[in-house]
């Protein structure tokens, strides 16, 4: 089980810091992503982190903006947000891969979800 946090409404140029929390299942070997909605749109990618930590992908719309980080021991995964503008205005979730520790950044590929968390940027 998947558990994300820290989402909130911060002005345009401000940071967040997203939390995933697992619970139940060790995922210390296992690729992690986050992924968000906006409203009326699809959900898109944002973030994935290897197993150990060592290699990441992200959407160009966040590239230099956002970084992405786990703590294995604690079971958690992060997504610092900085320079946050109107359009990352979204549900942000994250997600585990089941079988391998290689990240990605398609959605089908990632078998557990959080619930989510809404992250809300003023102009």
């Known amino acids: 089980q998947l558990q994300a946090s820290g989402g909130g409404l911060v002005q345009a140029g401000g940071s967040l810091r997203l939390s995933c929390a697992a619970s139940?299942?060790?995922?210390?070997?296992?690729?992690m992503g986050w992924f968000r909605q906006a409203p009326g749109k699809e959900r898109e990618f944002v973030a994935s982190?290897?197993?150990?930590?060592?290699?990441?992908f992200f959407a160009d719309s966040v590239k230099g903006r956002f970084t992405i980080s786990r703590d294995n021991a604690k079971g958690t995964m992060y997504l610092q947000m900085n320079n946050l503008k109107p359009e990352d205005t979204a549900v942000y979730y994250c997600?585990?891969?089941?079988?391998?520790?290689?990240?990605?950044?398609?959605?089908?590929?990632?078998?557990?979800w959080g619930q989510g968390t809404l992250v809300t940027v003023s102009s």
């Open positions: 997600a585990t891969r089941q079988n391998s520790a290689l990240p990605t950044t398609r959605s089908d590929e990632y078998s557990y």
């Open positions: 139940g299942r060790t995922i210390s070997i296992y690729g």
């Open positions: 982190i290897s197993g150990r930590g060592r290699t990441s």
